[in-house]
Structure formats: structure tokens, C-alpha cells
């Protein structure tokens, strides 16, 4: 049977599709451990390598020297008579050398010499040398010229008595050609040690991190995906590492994080039926009051009191049922940012305060040229909250005054709001900006202070209680500035 052959797109797609798994292993977690592994021991094996390629021209300097000295033992043994031209030159490529000295007391004596022709020569007193200088003489080697010519000079450790010293001269390539064949040698040990131990450490990582990592990650996405599936909970291994840590913290997350589900479950059941009782509650409040107002009008003084407290009794049910409506909605919507002043908005938002509340001296301090970033209805009930709070706070007290000003620092502006009152009681402090609180008055609810702050918190600004006491009491509200 015969069968068509692949188009140009599917044989490019079959090539490209090992070097996407390749990259796709290079990139993840085990590949860059792995890269960085080949990649740290080869840095190491480099820095061994510079000291090592010195010790072994060191060491292939004193072998010369050595051999060298050999030699000239060789040639001072033969009894009454001079070596010939063939035995010195025998005697010369036994040693791979050029010519022998001896150099006693600093007096250079030619022991066997040979032919130097116009050959670039330098000098390598092995006796002088530093750490440095055989490390910067081992890189030159390997640059060196051809037929360059290196003249040594050591301490020969075939030597018998003290002070002698040995000077002889050799071709350089030798030593040149040893030590590329050395680095070669280094290389290809440094690639083969640099590639065990990647993998090495591939596996090693793989198993005990990596493995257990996504394993978390895996549990993660999948609570992700189904919160109140229990099956979907993370297991913990038991271990005693910092991976064990992570999976009992995942596990208790998890198992905090489906107890508030089923808590918000239940509290939105009861919302729901709170939101029925409060408008059953509002006709029942709304016939208790026209009952009450009729009692208040009664011509019997007792009677009308009665009334007047009833009155005040059904407007405090009344709109604590309308705040536990409104606090009871989803989530505030978004701001919509505009450029305010604030010394128009907060006498706007005093004004509506005290016709709702009650009067009280209001000083506004506030240049006319200060403005904020922020939403003007959100502003507004801000500001409406907290000074009907401060003059609920006040109490109808003589001299009640409240004072607002305006700071501007950090590119933020800072607004202060001060009432003359009597202070919040520390019983109060703790939860009070924590909605249904303890309120500082008969007639708060505990949910003012609380709208107050979670607008400000949208706006990216803050509410806050600065100082209280004996003499009254400041919040600080902070916007950004317009």
C-alpha cells in the first residue's frame, strides 16, 4: 500500500520537536541546576588547572635540570681525557639539552656546550621563582615562538654536596608541546568529572527537591481547581527537611482554607436570612413607629415621654436594620479616581453629617488648593462616617467643636480629623474598626468606623486613630494626593 510522504511542514515539526524538549529540560528547574552544575565545576577545574599547568613545568624544568646534571657527571667521569665532539653531542640528547653548566660560588663553569644559533633565549631560575612568576612564565609558554630556547637554572636533586647550582639550556618546544598535551589531558578530565557530577547531581536534586516540589505544585493546582474536594489534600511526607515543613504548612492551609469556605457557606446562608428579618423587622419598625409618633403628640406628659423614647428606640432599629443592609452587600466597587479638593468636600460631608446627627462648631483649616486622588462618593462617606461619628462621640456637649487639616508629605496627603469629646474608652479601642463592635455610643451600630476604613483601603489610603483622651480624640485619614 502505498502512502503519501510527509509534507515539509510535518518533517520541520519532527526536528523541531526534540529541540523543544531540550530547551523545555535546559529551562526547567533540574536543567538550570544541571547547567549550573557542568558550569561551577569547570570554573573550579580552571582554577586548579593554572597552579597544576605551573607545578608541571616546574617539575618538567628540574627533570632537565636533573638529567642535565647526569650528564655532566657522565662527562667528567671519563678518567684523562676529553669527550669527544660525538660523545658530547650524545651525551647533549641524552639530557634533550644544548649545553651544561655548573655554577659554583657564582662562577659559571661550561661543563658540556653545544651550538646556540641566533635563537631568541630566556631565562628560567627555578631557584628564584615565586607562586606568580611560574604561573605568568606557565601562560607565556604556551604563546612562546618557535625555536625559542630556555636557559634553567636549579638546584639538580641528583646533586651530593650544597651550593652547586646547574644551568642548562633546552629548546622550549619541548616543554611547549608537553604542556598542551597536559592541558588536553585536563580538559577532557575536567568535561568527563564536570559531566558525572552533573548528573550526579541532576539525580540527586531531582529525586530529593525537584520531585517533591512538584508534587506540591501539583496539590497546589488541583486545591486550586476544587477547594472543598478533602481528596484534594496534601499528604505529608514526614520528612524532617525544609520540603516536609512546606507540605504540613500546605496541608494546614488547606484545611484552614475549606474551613473558611464552609464558614462563608454558613454565614451567607445567615445572611441571607438576616437580610429577610431585617425587612420584616423595618415593617414591624415602620408600623411601632406611627404608633410611637401618636404617643409622642399624647397630651399626657408621661404618655408623650414614653413616646419620645419609643421614637428614639425605633429610629436606632430602623437604621441599624438599613447599615446592616448596606454593610451586608458584596464588595465596595471600584473607585473611579478624580482630582478633589478636599475643603469642598469635607464641608459637603459635614453638612449632610450634622443634618443627619446633630450640630456642632466645625473649623475647617484646609487650604483651598489642597486636592486628592479619590473617588468623590466614596470620600464623602468617609468623612460623612467619621464626623457623624465625632459628634455622636460629643454628645451635644457645650463648646462641641470638631477641627480638620491637611498635611501634604511623600507625595500623599494627610487628613486629621479632631472633636473635643470625651475620648474613646479602651474597652473600645480594640475592636474599633472591626464591624458590629463595641461602639462608643448608645446608638452606634460599630459599622461606621469599619465602612470608613475598608473605602479608604480601596482608595489605596488608610484610616487610623492618631491620639485620644480626656481632651478629645483625632483620626487621620491618608490619600493620595490629587
Given at each position: ?18 529541540v ?10 533540574p ?6 552544575s ?8 580552571v ?12 617539575e ?21 681525557m676529553?669527550p669527544?665532539?660525538?660523545m ?7 639530557a ?14 661550561l ?84 559531566a ?6 541532576y ?17 497546589m ?33 488547606q ?15 445567615l445572611?441571607?436570612?438576616v437580610?429577610?428579618?431585617n ?12 404608633i ?11 404618655v ?6 419609643l ?13 446592616t ?59 460623612m ?17 470638631l ?17 473635643n ?18 461602639s462608643?455610643?448608645?446608638s ?19 484610616v487610623?486613630?492618631?491620639t ?15
Open positions: 500500500m502505498d502512502t503519501e510522504p510527509d509534507s515539509p511542514e510535518a518533517g520541520a515539526q519532527r526536528h523541531v520537536a526534540p523543544a524538549r531540550l530547551r523545555r529540560m535546559l529551562l526547567s528547574l536543567g538550570k541546576l544541571l547547567s549550573l557542568v558550569i561551577f565545576v569547570l570554573i573550579a577545574e582554577l586548579i588547572f593554572v597552579p597544576s599547568a605551573s607545578n608541571f613545568r616546574t618538567w624544568l628540574m627533570d632537565r635540570a636533573d638529567a642535565a646534571h647526569l650528564a655532566a657527571l657522565a662527562a667528567e667521569s671519563v678518567p684523562d676529553e669527544g665532539e660525538d658530547v653531542r650524545e651525551i647533549l640528547a641524552s634533550d639539552a644544548v649545553s651544561v653548566a655548573r655554577i659554583t660560588d657564582g662562577v659559571n663553569e661543563i658540556l656546550g653545544g651550538t646556540l644559533r641566533d635563537a631568541k633565549l630566556i631565562t628560567a631560575d627555578v631557584t628564584k621563582e615565586g607562586f606568580f612568576d611560574r604561573i605568568g612564565a606557565t601562560l607565556g609558554t604556551f604563546r612562546a615562538p618557535e625555536g625559542r630556547y630556555v636557559r634553567i637554572i636549579a638546584e639538580p636533586r641528583t646533586r651530593m654536596d650544597t651550593g652547586e647550582l646547574i644551568s642548562v639550556i633546552v629548546p622550549e618546544a619541548g616543554l611547549r608541546d608537553e604542556l598542551y598535551a597536559y592541558s588536553r589531558n585536563i580538559v577532557w578530565l575536567s568535561l568527563f568529572i564536570a558525572v557530577t552533573g548528573v550526579l547531581l539525580l540527586v536534586i531531582l529525586f530529593i527537591l525537584v520531585r517533591p516540589i512538584r508534587r506540591l505544585s501539583r496539590a493546582t488541583q486545591f486550586q481547581e476544587d477547594p472543598t474536594d478533602r481528596s484534594r489534600t496534601v499528604t505529608a511526607s514526614g520528612r524532617s527537611d525544609e520540603i516536609g515543613d512546606a507540605e504540613a504548612a500546605l496541608a494546614a492551609m484545611s484552614e482554607v475549606r474551613a473558611a469556605f464552609a464558614q462563608r457557606e454558613r454565614l451567607a446562608a445572611g441571607g436570612a437580610a429577610r428579618i425587612h420584616d423587622l423595618r415593617n414591624v419598625f415602620a408600623s411601632a413607629q406611627l410611637s409618633d401618636r404617643l409622642a403628640t399624647s397630651k399626657d406628659e408621661r408623650a415621654a414614653m413616646g419620645s423614647r421614637v428614639r428606640a425605633v429610629d436606632r432599629g430602623i437604621r441599624l436594620c438599613q447599615e443592609l448596606d454593610y451586608g452587600k458584596t464588595q465596595e466597587r471600584a473607585p473611579e479616581f478624580q482630582s478633589i479638593a478636599i475643603r469642598n468636600a469635607l464641608d459637603d460631608a459635614a453638612g449632610d453629617a450634622f443634618a443627619a446627627t446633630g450640630v456642632a462648631e466645625w473649623v475647617n483649616e484646609i487650604d483651598d488648593d489642597v486636592t486628592v486622588s479619590a473617588d468623590p462618593d466614596h470620600l464623602h462617606r468617609i468623612f462616617n467619621l464626623i457623624r461619628n465625632g459628634v455622636q462621640a460629643m454628645d451635644g456637649r457645650e463648646g462641641a467643636c477641627t480638620v487639616r491637611a498635611e501634604s508629605r511623600d507625595g500623599e496627603v494627610y487628613v486629621t480629623l479632631t472633636d469629646g470625651p475620648g474613646v474608652p479602651g474597652r473600645v479601642r480594640e475592636t474599633l474598626f472591626q464591624p458590629f463592635g463595641i462608643g455610643t448608645k452606634g451600630s460599630g459599622l461606621g468606623l469599619s465602612i470608613a476604613r475598608e473605602l479608604a483601603r480601596t482608595m489605596g489610603g488608610d487610623a486613630l492618631v485620644t483622651g480626656d481632651d478629645g480624640t483625632t483620626f487621620e485619614v491618608r490619600l493620595g494626593a490629587g
